[in-house]
């Protein structure tokens, strides 16, 4: 499967962002999706995940409340719609995917199979 992250940009803290990630080329509904970060210097750390009927999803404490993750699978799509951005939520934003039919998805980098390119999300102060 191919992965494509849109959506970012450069924002104001307080403002919100929906970032997507389309897929392409296998049957997206058979895959559980996570989003990722990473920030200049840093490791990619783990944001949210959903699994392939949006059954379960799962956030890091760090984004939980403002961060929200969802799919359509008809449109071969998933969502992170992050709100009350902060300067510290300034990242590249990476979409991830593994095939699996679990409720259960990884939080780890190892865990995906497929990644996108990722999108810029700069937060100003």
């Known amino acids: 499967v191919q992965l494509q992250a849109s959506g970012g940009g450069l924002v104001q803290a307080g403002d919100s962002l929906r970032l997507s990630c389309a897929a392409s080329?296998?049957?997206?509904?058979?895959?559980?999706v996570g989003w990722f970060r990473q920030a200049p210097g840093k490791e990619r750390d783990f944001v949210a995940a959903?699994?392939?009927?949006?059954?379960?999803?799962y956030y890091a404490d760090s984004v939980k409340g403002r961060f929200t993750i969802s799919r359509d699978n008809a449109k071969n799509t998933v969502y992170l719609q992050i709100n009350s951005l902060k300067p510290e939520d300034t990242a590249v934003y990476y979409c991830?995917?593994?095939?699996?039919?679990?409720?259960?998805?990884?939080?780890?980098?190892?865990?995906?199979?497929?990644w996108g390119q990722g999108t810029q999300v700069t937060v100003s102060s």
């Open positions: 991830a995917a593994v095939s699996t039919l679990r409720g259960w998805l990884p939080t780890k980098t190892s865990g995906y199979s497929y």
């Open positions: 080329g296998r049957t997206f509904s058979n895959y559980g």
């Open positions: 959903i699994n392939w009927n949006s059954g379960n999803t």
